[in-house]
């Protein structure tokens, strides 16, 4: 079977799917609804097939198990059905899809070709989806191949035609019939598997997902629904989802003492920062309208505002001796005051009147970052050493924010440091640094795909057949003379 062979019809096609799309985009106002929908419905066939085409060329990929040895690394491969660890990392940077929902679409190929060859058959066809297909694979998690293809043969002649809110039930109940002992040994595998997890929503907001023992769930659910009714007994201005998100709230922290430390990105422009005594300290030009707060009151002012004692106060900061230029690691603007709203790796944004409120209700403490920064300044710092000085590690975490693998968002803090450009050849200093977590560590050092820092922070990966995706830090560098 030839790539470039494949690679072709897989672009004739697309062309001629993306004209009919034109076509219909154009020319569709002249259809009826059902004629629309009808449209829509074999459209979705030819989605499934593509879908289909994904999840098998990734099961082939995914068999391929890369270990790391002396002298670089060593390849074995599987039979499909196999899954190595970094599989999901390869789709991710293949199809452009985060590593989850790309991850997810190569285990299915794998699944479908070891253990449900009747669906996949059905998958390719088109006459299924591939969500369908995957509700039946997770439904019979923990069964081994055998009664996964005995699952296969029983539902498979059903399911184009079985309600979707059905699927996962069903395939339950089957798998129930025909392993019974296997679904109750993984099920008391899974409650092992509980967890919490966080994720940045929109401004202003934190998304959380739970995986809990379903026993727990109801008496947890029960005493939010009663406690989101009593607060809406109270006040009828709230809706059901915000009583219920306040009743988890303070349910979560009843009786608990909490504590926290954030750094703070203070964003002092460049142009701002005027040196007195290179060396010493900066004059800080601020504006009237500049918001500031008090990090241990959370009172909020405007600069404007301040008596004339407090604001000549805050238009100096310290330089740290270890640092030069315009670059102040972990320094505090002024002791005590913090400037602007802030982006928390993991978390998402805090607008500024709402840290405030934060700095007031729980003890945080507060570091602060000034973010009007070059690497120039960093480059007088190198060391011969493998591990970076405490210095260099926080610039680079602050500036990363997050792991810097495409589509990765674990906070730079729980990460690794490693060097771009592998030590000794490449140096130990922040333009050759970055933040990559535990597993993207090691999917680097497959060597596949590669990548390349550049003095902005801007860290391009390349892959093997000349691919590229490029991550953004959270902190953008401005290099030595720009304007």
């Known amino acids: 079977m030839d790539r470039g062979t494949i690679s072709s019809r897989i672009a004739v096609l697309r062309e001629e799917c993306a004209a009919l799309g034109r076509e219909l985009a154009d020319g569709g106002r002249g259809l009826s609804a059902e004629e629309a929908f009808g449209l829509a419905g074999e459209a979705q066939g030819l989605a499934n097939a593509a879908d ?3 999840a098998v060329a990734g099961a ?22 196999f899954v190595d660890a970094m599989a999901g990392t390869e789709m ?3 199809c452009g899809l985060t590593e989850g929902v790309a991850g997810r679409k190569g285990a299915l190929g794998a699944a479908l070709g070891e253990r449900f060859p009747a669906i996949r058959d059905l998958l390719v066809s088109g006459e299924v989806a591939a969500v369908t297909a995957q509700k039946v ?7 081994d191949v055998d009664a996964c293809v005995r699952v296969d043969a029983e539902l498979a002649g059903r399911l184009p035609a079985m309600d979707p809110a059905r699927v996962t039930g069903e395939a339950r109940r089957v798998a129930g019939r ?11 595998r899974t409650r092992r598997g509980r967890c919490v997890e966080t994720r940045a929503g929109v401004d202003g907001l934190t998304d959380w997902f739970a995986s809990l023992p379903t026993a727990t769930s109801a008496a947890m659910w029960s005493a939010v629904e009663q406690l989101a009714g009593e607060y809406r007994g109270l006040d009828d201005t709230l809706t059901t989802a915000e009583s219920r998100a306040d009743a988890l709230t303070d349910l979560v922290l009843r009786n608990v003492t909490v504590s926290a430390q954030v750094t703070l990105g203070v964003p002092v422009v460049a142009d701002r920062l005027t040196p007195e005594v290179p060396g010493e300290r900066f004059r800080v030009e601020w504006d009237d309208d500049d918001t500031l707060f008090d990090a241990v009151t959370g009172e909020e002012v405007r600069y404007g505002d301040l008596d004339p004692a407090s604001r000549e106060e805050l238009s100096w900061i310290e330089e740290p001796p270890e640092l030069h230029g315009d670059c102040a690691d972990m320094a505090e603007v002024t002791p005590g005051w913090a400037v602007s709203g802030t982006h928390l790796p993991g978390l998402g944004w805090v607008d500024p009147a709402t840290l405030a409120n934060l700095l007031n209700l729980l003890p945080f403490e507060v570091s602060r970052a000034v973010l009007a920064a070059d690497t120039g300044t960093l480059a007088s710092l190198t060391t011969s050493a493998y591990r970076p000085p405490k210095t260099i590690s926080d610039f680079v975490k602050t500036r990363d924010g997050t792991c810097r693998m495409w589509g990765c968002t674990r906070p730079a803090e729980r990460c690794d440091l490693d060097h771009a450009r592998p030590w000794p050849d490449g140096t130990t200093t922040a333009d050759n640094l970055e933040s990559l977590c535990r597993h993207h560590h090691r999917f680097k050092q497959t060597q596949r795909w590669r990548p390349a820092l550049s003095p902005d922070g801007t860290l391009t990966w390349h892959g093997p057949d000349g691919q590229t995706r490029t991550t ?4 953008r560098i401005d290099p030595p003379g720009a304007p």
């Open 52 to 54: 289909a085409l994904v």
């Open 60 to 81: 082939w990929g995914a068999r391929v198990e890369t270990t790391l040895r002396e002298p670089g690394p060593w390849e074995r491969v599987h039979p499909v059905g």
């Open 92 to 94: 991710s940077l293949a």
């Open 137 to 143: 694979v997770d439904a019979c998690a923990g069964l």
């Open 178 to 188: 025909v392993a019974a002992d296997q679904v109750a040994a993984h099920a008391a």
């Open 472 to 475: 953004e830090p959270q902190h």
